[in-house]
Each structure stands twice: as structure tokens, then as C-alpha cells.
Nanobody
Framework: QVQLVESGGGLVQAGGSLRLSCTAS????????AGWFRQAPGKEREFVAA????????SYLDSVKGRFTISRDNAKNTVYLQMTALKPEDTAVYYC????????????????????WGQGTQVTVSS
């Protein structure tokens, strides 16, 4: 059973940067795609970014394109989300997750296609 643990969240001013990390234990990311979702209080969980199992393809929520970058290091069994030019509307709990499908060659953006979730890390952007 795979456990996913996120880290790197915190409080930053608008325009600042954070790098989130998600590491898998009890399993591996190497054969599955991975994604980041976020959820603000009172709102539905929304897709933020995803990356294929090989790292060869990525996809982003339109509002974070050009500001966020998803990457992975399969040797470290870790997925990252580099966030720059943060805005107050980026404030949310960020969750990493693993694709249910083995070695899917394409990106999925639907939460139901991901079957393992981390506990989340809080990102708060002031002003």
C-alpha cells in the first residue's frame, strides 16, 4: 500500500514562491502518473497539475500556467510542484495523488482517476 506525504507548504506574501514535495512510501511513483489538486474552504477540490509516469508530459490548470511547474524524480520516488508568483487565490490545501492506472501514457485531470492521496499541505498567500 502506497502512502503519499506532502511537504513544503507555508505562508508567503503575494508574488512569493514555494516548492511542494510529495514522496511515496510503501510503493513507487515510477510506473504511474501523478498529480496535484487543491481545495480551499467551502470549495470543491480542483485539478492543479499532473505529470505522466515517465515525466514526458504535463498539464496545468489555466490559472497557474506559467507560474507553476510540476516535475518528478523517480529515483527519489518524489513529485514536486514549484509555485512562483503566488496569488491570494492560490490559498488552499494542496494534495498530491497517484494515477490509478499503471503506466498510463496520457494526462488525466479528473480526481476520480486518482486513487491514492496524501494528507495535504497548507499554502497560504497573504495580501
Amino acid at each position: 500500500q502506497v502512502q503519499l506525504v506532502e511537504s513544503g507548504g507555508g505562508l508567503v506574501q503575494a508574488g512569493g514562491s514555494l516548492r511542494l514535495s510529495c514522496t511515496a512510501s510503501g510503493g513507487t511513483f515510477s510506473s504511474r502518473g501523478a498529480g496535484w489538486f487543491r481545495q480551499a474552504p467551502g470549495k470543491e477540490r480542483e485539478f492543479v497539475a499532473a505529470i505522466t509516469w515517465s515525466g514526458g508530459g504535463t498539464s496545468y490548470l489555466d490559472s497557474v500556467k506559467g507560474r507553476f511547474t510540476i516535475s518528478r524524480d523517480n529515483a527519489k520516488n518524489t513529485v514536486y510542484l514549484q509555485m512562483t508568483a503566488l496569488k491570494p487565490e492560490d490559498t488552499a490545501v494542496y494534495y498530491c495523488t497517484r494515477d490509478r492506472a499503471f503506466a498510463r501514457p496520457s494526462i488525466v485531470r479528473i480526481a476520480s482517476e486518482y486513487g491514492w492521496w496524501g494528507q495535504g499541505t497548507q499554502v497560504t498567500v497573504s495580501s
